[in-house]
């Protein structure tokens, strides 16, 4: 506890010293760091109530300084309608009407608000703030070092075998309260994360962002920063031990081939190719992905029996939801899944049988359930909304333009494909970090366009032409 303390006094010392000393929007790629860097068991438990988390602490620390300070963009901007304000706000709706209607009120109503002030109203503030493009680079490069740091520590815990975790307090992540979960398959890294999936999920997002910014860098020491949190986040990924990472970042790397452009597509097959050398050249390595492959094949194994289980959560879901037209559109309310007691035969040990399913390692099943057929939509919507925005965006560029916007892309879209498999959505570091990336995602083009106009008005014609090439 009193490790948390600490962290959560130095996190805000630091926060209101940085506002007032360079401005709000200044200190957010610090923000976007620790959001990113401290695990959730960073909280101090308020009982019948909810954890009172160093991240909550930060984003209400946030709204105040926002609140004291304003966004510094003017009157004109501050007034500027927020994109996907609308969706976001059919979304809670939605969920407050779930909630309403939930087998557990209470938590669902908890778990609504939750995720409105966790994530929805970061969205907002950074949506609001940012108004540079040099900004939005700082803000990717506080997410790599929070995912540089993250993999020493993952190291340390495969080859030394002391996790960082073992500093904070066990403290319930969620409302619901779990009876218990599957023990999972041997040691796998998780560092500052509450699972290995969702380490491995979190190095995946982060993987393009520092590949951007390495081709974006003119400084040898910034480079050889970005080399080195590169090659260590793709040895990290395969500690985790996790399917779906490796899978994400096997996607991430051929999306950046095809849709990347310049140095970044360069150094994705550069990336590729030392993925290819490992493979040739270290025998374990090929043999343990082989022999992964072939355990989640087997149904009797624990990776098959794993993926199996996914099936099975699918088909419990419909099944389900068949019943009541009323379930089908609101659900059982958010985070009810845990209540509903369910159970379903299933394969164990050759043999099948009746058990209670007490874990969902699905996000897209979890949210069915929860808030229904409507509600599962109206989540989704936001991110492929910016998903496509941001695939749009990079489509319209000239080949002599950089922009984020094909990484923003590549990053909503893995987080999507990792939805269907893993049950990431919501809760945990790598949230933060999604929502702060629609944020960037949305005002990314507008902010290029801002640049350019200025350049152009204060700039004499050959000097903003080079600006217009280099952003």
């Known amino acids: 506890m009193i490790l948390v303390i600490a962290i959560n006094i130095i996190a805000v010392g630091w926060l209101l010293m940085a506002a007032v000393s360079w401005g709000l929007e200044e200190t957010l790629p610090g923000v976007a ?29 946030l709204v105040l300084l926002y609140l ?35 087998i557990v009120p209470s938590i669902s109503f908890k778990t609504s608000l939750s995720q409105f002030f966790d994530f929805f109203v970061l969205y907002m503030i950074f949506a609001s703030v940012v108004s540079k493009v040099e900004t939005v680079h700082k803000i990717m490069f506080g997410f790599v070092a929070a995912m540089f740091v993250c993999s020493i520590f993952g190291m340390l815990e495969a080859y030394s075998g002391w996790s960082v975790m073992s500093l904070f307090p066990s403290v319930p992540l969620r409302f619901s309260d779990l009876e218990g979960t599957v023990q999972d398959r041997g040691i796998r890294m998780q560092a500052t994360f509450d699972h290995p999936i969702l380490f491995g999920s979190a190095l995946t997002m982060v993987f393009p962002m520092a590949l951007y910014l390495l081709a974006e860098s003119k400084q040898m020491g910034r480079k050889a920063f970005l080399w080195a949190a590169l090659l260590l986040a793709a040895l990290c990924i395969y500690k985790t031990g996790s399917r779906g990472p490796w899978l994400a970042f096997a996607l991430s790397i051929g999306l950046l081939l095809l849709a990347g452009r310049g140095k970044v597509r360069k150094y994705a097959a550069v990336i590729m190719l030392l993925v290819l050398v490992v493979l040739a050249v270290r025998p374990g390595i090929r043999e343990s992905l082989s022999n992964s492959y072939n355990a989640t094949r087997d149904p009797s194994s624990p990776e098959g029996q794993s993926y199996q289980w996914r099936y099975l959560l699918y088909h419990v879901a419909f099944g389900q939801l068949e019943k009541s037209t009323e379930r089908s559109l609101l659900g059982f309310g958010p985070e009810s899944f845990y209540y509903l007691g369910l159970t379903a035969p299933f394969l164990v040990d050759g043999e099948i049988h009746t058990v209670k399913i007490q874990s969902c390692d699905s996000a897209v099943v979890e949210l069915l359930m929860d808030t229904g057929y409507v509600g599962l939509i109206l989540t989704v919507l936001p991110l492929l909304t910016a ?15 950089s922009s984020p916007c094909a990484v923003w892309f590549v990053v909503i879209f893995l987080f999507m494909f990792l939805m269907t498999n893993v049950e990431l959505y919501g809760w945990g570091q790598q949230n933060y ?30 000097q903003w032409l080079e600006v217009t090439r280099s952003e």
């Not at 963009?73 to 976001?88: A, D, V, Y």
């Not at 059919?90 to 779930?98: D, F, G, P």
């Not at 998903?387 to 749009?392: E, H, K």
């Not at 949305?442 to 204060?458: G, T, V």
């Open 68 to 102: 004291a300070l304003g966004s510094g963009k003017g009157k004109r901007e501050q007034t500027r309608r927020l994109p996907l304000c609308i969706l976001i706000g059919l979304q809670i709706v939605w969920m407050l009407l779930s909630s309403a209607t939930s």
């Open 433 to 462: 970090a999604l929502w702060i990336v629609v944020a960037m995602a949305m005002i990314s083009p507008r902010l290029e366009r801002e640049n350019r106009d200025e350049a152009k008005r204060i700039l004499p014609q050959s």
């Open 387 to 401: 998903c496509g925005f941001a695939l749009r965006r990079h489509l319209r560029l000239e080949k002599k333009d």
């Open 33 to 61: 760091f620790m959001l990113l860097l401290l695990p959730q068991e960073s909280q101090i438990t308020l009982p019948s109530l909810f954890g009172l988390s160093t991240h909550r602490i930060l984003i209400f620390v």
